[in-house]
């Protein structure tokens, strides 16, 4: 069983960046697909990004696709989200989750393990 600890959030303005961390333990990490997802109060958690076992492929939400990108070093068990252009609308708990699945999923029931999240805010 794998778990799953995020870091990298904070307050950032509207047209800034951040990167966040996943660190795994506990588990086999190359052997997850991995996936980031994002919950606004009052909203449903969505699906963000998705990155396979090896790197490639990835898979992107169509509101975050050209200014977010996904990517893993298995050598760290690390999961990263590199977040360009932030928008107000970006903000919420991001939360990286694991899935033992082969194939990259994109819907929160399909991931196994969850960290705790971290919160992103994104200021006008």
């Known amino acids: 069983q794998v778990q799953l600890a995020e870091s990298g959030g904070g307050m950032v303005q509207a047209g800034g960046s951040l990167r966040l961390s996943c660190a795994a333990s506990g588990g086999t990490f190359s052997t997850y697909c991995m996936g980031w997802f994002r919950q606004a109060p009052g909203t449903e958690r969505e699906f963000v990004a998705a990155?396979?076992?090896?790197?490639?492929?990835?898979y992107y939400a169509n509101s975050v696709k050209g200014r977010f990108t996904i990517a893993r070093d298995n050598a760290k068990d690390t999961l990263y989200l590199q977040m360009n252009s932030l928008k107000p609308e970006d903000t919420a708990v991001y939360y990286c989750a694991a899935t033992s699945r082969a194939l990259l999923a994109t819907t929160s029931g399909q991931y196994d393990y969850w960290g705790q999240g971290t919160q992103v805010t994104v200021t006008s």
């Open positions: 990155i396979s076992r090896t790197g490639w492929p990835t």
